[in-house]
Structures are given as C-alpha cells and as structure tokens.
C-alpha cells in the first residue's frame, strides 16, 4: 500500500528557514504527481507546491513563490520542500500528498507541524 512519511517539521523564528521531506513507498514514485498542501486550523488545506510526474517545472501558490523549493529524488522515493524567510502565517500542518498521473487518485500523508512564531 501507499505510504507517505513527512519529516522536518517544528519550531522556527520568523525570517527563519526549514526543510520538510517525505519518504514515499508502495508506489512508482517517479509517475507520481508530488505536492505539499498544508492546513491551518479551522481552515481548508490549501496547496503549497507541485511537482510534476516525468518532469517539468513545479508550480507554486503565490504565498510560496519565491520562499518555497520544491524538489524530489526520485532515485529515493522522497520529496523535499524547502522553506526560507518563513513568517507567523506559514503556521500549518504540512502535508505530503502523491497523485497518480493516470488515476488521479491522490494518497496522503498524516502531516507535520510547522510553527513559526518568536
């Protein structure tokens, strides 16, 4: 079965940088749509960034752009999303999410927290 394990979150200052990755198994990874959503509380999850299966360039939510780096090893099976100049509004769960390209079934991780507050 599909499983997807985030790490990397926690507690950072504002202006401060984290790196979150996601360690996927139970799939063909590299023909896997990666994305980061993340949730506030008492609000709806949100997409942080996509990558792309096969290539291509990643997409951004304007928030992200700029800020954000998403990227994957596909020779891992993992997803990173590098995160700088963080502020007190990226406080969320973040979650890793896989899309498969032809099925569209999308397969979530259990999230990470992130806090970002001085």
């Known amino acids: 079965q599909v499983q997807l394990v985030e790490s990397g979150g926690g507690s950072v200052q504002p202006g401060g940088s984290l790196r979150l990755s996601c360690a996927a198994s139970?799939?063909?990874?590299?023909?896997?749509?990666m994305m980061w959503y993340r949730q506030v509380p008492g609000q709806e999850r949100e997409v942080v960034a996509r990558?792309?299966?096969?290539?291509?360039?990643?997409d951004y939510a304007d928030f992200a752009q700029g800020r954000f780096t998403i990227s994957r090893d596909n020779a891992k099976d993992t997803l990173y999303l590098q995160m700088d100049t963080l502020r007190p509004d990226d406080t969320a769960v973040y979650y890793c999410?896989?899309?498969?390209?032809?099925?569209?079934?999308?397969?979530w991780g259990k999230g990470t927290p992130v806090t970002v507050s001085s």
């Open positions: 999410v896989a899309e498969g390209y032809f099925s569209g079934i999308k397969y």
């Open positions: 139970g799939l063909h990874f590299g023909s896997f749509v």
């Open positions: 990558s792309a299966a096969f290539g291509g360039s990643p």
